[in-house]
């Protein structure tokens, strides 16, 4: 009774527009997921036009739904592999060659030192990420770790962090990092207890470094993944207090969206 109380009690009071602006999509994104689009597209609106940090985040949804318009946040497409890469950082498999390039770009008026190349695949089973972090001068690189555990501590070490928000509800999501060393990390949301089983290859050289992993779909999503879908991602590469790039667009964005985009799943390459 007395969380009954509580939790009418916290409906009654006044929310900001961005906590207003995460509600609608959360609902948005639960509608969705009840495949009532007509509902979704109401919250979205609404969304929309409130003056919060995540306006472009629900403008770009609701594009989305309706397929036309050109989206505020980044959009790319993730190829289906025709065959599984072997885990070995090379990047030669014929899924990367046929994958999508995406780079990450410096913050506005800062200069990019090295570049990040990702690539990414998916099949019945993996979603599949590489990618090439060119060396940042007067950093080290260091040698890759033998060990690897659940929850690294990565220090100041240069890190790949990505972000999957499977329902894009700009709220929830699942958060995987990767440092040169090969050390990794993970999250689903606040929750760092959260140690799914993936897989990681990593490999140094005078370039830079390189990774090369699978996530097990079924960590991620307990319903099937066909093309078509889409969802949310955060892409970005740091050495904390030297170095910062992220996923970037066309248009600036909030703090609140740094890094965010929308990836699409779509069906491998045609065979001739």
Same mark, same amino acid.
């Given at each position: 009774?007395?969380?009954?109380?509580?939790?009418?009690?916290?409906?009654?009071?006044?929310?900001?527009?961005?906590?207003?602006?995460?509600?609608?999509?959360?609902?948005?994104?639960?509608?969705?997921?009840?495949?009532?689009?007509?509902?979704?597209?109401?919250?979205?609106?609404?969304?929309?036009? /409130?003056?919060?940090?995540? =306006?472009?985040? +629900? *403008? $770009?949804?609701?594009? !989305?739904?309706?397929?036309? @318009?050109?989206?505020?946040?980044?959009?790319?497409?993730?190829?289906?592999?025709?065959?599984?890469?072997?885990?070995?950082?090379?990047?030669?498999?014929?899924?990367?060659?046929?994958?999508?390039?995406?780079?990450?770009?410096?913050?506005?008026?800062?200069?990019?030192?090295?570049?990040?190349?990702?690539?990414?695949?998916?099949?019945?089973?993996? /979603?599949?990420?590489?990618? =090439?972090?060119? +060396? *940042? $001068?007067?950093?080290? !690189?260091?040698?890759?770790? @033998?060990?690897?555990?659940?929850?690294?501590?990565?220090?100041?070490?240069?890190?790949?962090?990505?972000?999957?928000?499977?329902?894009?509800?700009?709220?929830?999501?699942?958060?995987?990092?990767?440092?040169?060393?090969?050390?990794?990390?993970?999250?689903?949301?606040?929750?760092?207890?959260?140690?799914?089983?993936?897989?990681?290859?990593?490999?140094?050289?005078?370039?830079?470094?390189?990774?090369?992993?699978?996530?097990?779909?079924?960590?991620?999503?307990?319903?099937?993944?066909?093309?078509?879908?889409?969802?949310?991602?955060?892409?970005?590469?740091?050495?904390?207090?030297?170095?910062?790039?992220?996923?970037?667009?066309?248009?600036?964005?909030?703090?609140?969206?740094?890094?965010?985009?929308?990836?699409?799943?779509?069906?491998?390459?045609?065979?001739?």
């Amino acid at each position: 009774e007395l969380a009954s109380i509580a939790w009418e009690f916290r409906q009654r009071q006044p929310m900001s527009e961005s906590s207003r602006q995460l509600a609608l999509l959360r609902q948005a994104a639960g509608a969705r997921t009840l495949g009532l689009s007509g509902r979704a597209s109401t919250q979205l609106a609404e969304a929309s036009q /409130l003056p919060g940090p995540y =306006r472009l985040a +629900a *403008v $770009s949804e609701l594009q !989305l739904e309706l397929s036309n @318009g050109i989206s505020p946040l980044p959009i790319f497409n993730i190829r289906q592999a025709r065959s599984r890469p072997i885990l070995d950082a090379v990047l030669d498999d014929d899924c990367w060659v046929h994958a999508e390039e995406v780079f990450l770009e410096a913050p506005r008026g800062a200069s990019d030192q090295a570049k990040t190349l990702i690539l990414m695949s998916w099949d019945q089973e993996f /979603l599949y990420l590489a990618a =090439r972090c060119e +060396a *940042v $001068s007067d950093q080290p !690189l260091l040698p890759v770790t @033998g060990e690897r555990y659940h929850d690294a501590d990565h220090g100041r070490r240069d890190r790949l962090t990505v972000t999957f928000d499977t329902d894009r509800d700009y709220d929830t999501a699942f958060e995987f990092v990767v440092d040169q060393s090969g050390q990794t990390s993970e999250r689903c949301d606040l929750l760092t207890g959260w140690n799914p089983q993936w897989y990681v290859a990593n490999a140094v050289d005078q370039a830079g470094w390189r990774i090369e992993a699978a996530i097990p779909l079924d960590s991620l999503t307990p319903q099937p993944v066909f093309a078509g879908h889409a969802w949310g991602i955060r892409l970005s590469r740091e050495i904390p207090g030297v170095f910062s790039q992220r996923l970037c667009g066309e248009q600036e964005l909030p703090i609140e969206l740094n890094g965010a985009g929308v990836m699409r799943f779509i069906r491998p390459p045609r065979t001739r």
